[in-house]
């Protein structure tokens, strides 16, 4: 069973960056298709970034411009490097791992996220 750990999540000031990190437990890390969603308390789970295996990558059009979600696939482990944060970005922060091969899906735990001054 494909396990997803999310870490660096945190309070932060408006205007300042956090990185989220994803760790997943299989080495076949590589073949996966990754996502971000976040969900803000109260509201529907959200689409935020995708990085193809191949390394594509799309954003939402509320994160684009940044946020850049990356890949390390000698760690096994995806990123979202979030700059410029808005208290609008203020909610749980879930990665996603898609399996090509057999569309098996696969999800993190979540990590909070809080903008505030």
């Known amino acids: 069973q494909v396990q997803l750990v999310e870490s660096g999540g945190g309070l932060v000031q408006p205007g300042g960056s956090l990185r989220l990190s994803c760790v997943m437990s299989?080495?076949?890390?590589?073949?996966?298709?990754m996502d971000w969603y976040r969900q803000a308390p109260a509201d529907q789970r959200e689409w935020a970034a995708t990085?193809?295996?191949?390394?594509?990558?799309i954003y939402a059009s509320s994160v684009r411009g940044r946020f850049t979600i990356s890949r390390d696939n000698t760690k096994n482990t995806l990123y979202l490097q979030m700059n410029g944060l808005k208290s609008e970005d203020t909610a749980d922060y879930f990665c996603r791992a898609r399996d090509p091969t057999d569309r098996r899906v696969y999800w993190g735990q979540g990590a909070q996220v809080a903008v505030s001054s």
């Open positions: 990085i193809a295996a191949a390394g594509t990558t």
């Open positions: 299989e080495s076949t890390f590589s073949i996966y298709h």
